[in-house]
């Protein structure tokens, strides 16, 4: 084969500036996943993301901005996915279903976003996106049990809390003793179902 036929045929494929950075956040994603965060550098990243240290500059300025950006689109990314499944949920049942799966995916330690939020200094990236998403969550919860069951929203939100608290305690509970994620969840639900079952007046 010609030279100059071999070296096109080997020439790296130029990126849009977009792709080329996603590409880098998900190498880095995939290295933060199997060695964690103490061992995470720029210049490590470089190599294994076959880019040279001054192109990874050209597009993170640094080791937290980085981490930031990768914390934030995961972050949006998870938020997108829970959004599309709340506009389809139609019932309470619906509704509890999708944030007890959202706490069980959660409490996996292996989790990217966990890992980032472990850092302070890189979970201030998402904070206020953070709380707003909760606190929009918590109305869109309190509100629906407080229609479905016929109760005050202040009872409304004492319910929320409990059952979110469950939810947490039985989702970690399962990642350490190896429960299957289906089971779990199930379980959960039930355990919700009865308890917003006992707390429904009469007339609903």
């Known amino acids: 084969m010609p030279a100059n036929k071999l070296q096109a045929s080997t020439k790296r494929t130029r990126l849009s500036p977009k792709v080329r950075r996603d590409q880098i956040l998900d190498v880095a994603k995939q290295y933060i996943r199997r060695q964690g965060l103490q061992q995470f550098s720029l210049k490590q990243l470089a190599v294994e993301a076959s880019v040279s240290e001054p192109l990874l500059f050209h597009y993170f300025t640094s080791r937290t901005e980085l981490l930031q950006q990768l914390l934030k689109r995961e972050f949006t990314r998870s938020l997108e996915s829970l959004h599309t499944s709340l506009d389809n949920a139609v019932t309470l049942d619906d509704i509890v279903r999708i944030y007890v799966a959202v706490n069980y995916d959660q409490a996996f330690e292996g989790s990217v976003i966990n890992i980032l939020l472990a850092e302070p200094e890189i979970a201030l990236a998402i904070e206020e996106i953070r709380s707003e998403n909760q606190r929009i969550g918590q109305k869109m919860l309190i509100d629906t049990i407080s229609g479905e069951l016929g109760v005050s929203r202040k009872k409304a ?45 009469k007339d609903h």
């Open 157 to 201: 939100a004492m319910i929320a809390i409990m059952a979110s608290s469950a939810s947490i305690s039985a989702a970690k509970f399962s990642h350490e003793n190896g429960v299957p994620r289906a089971d779990a969840i199930q379980t959960v639900i039930d355990f919700a179902r009865a308890g917003f079952e006992s707390h429904r007046t």
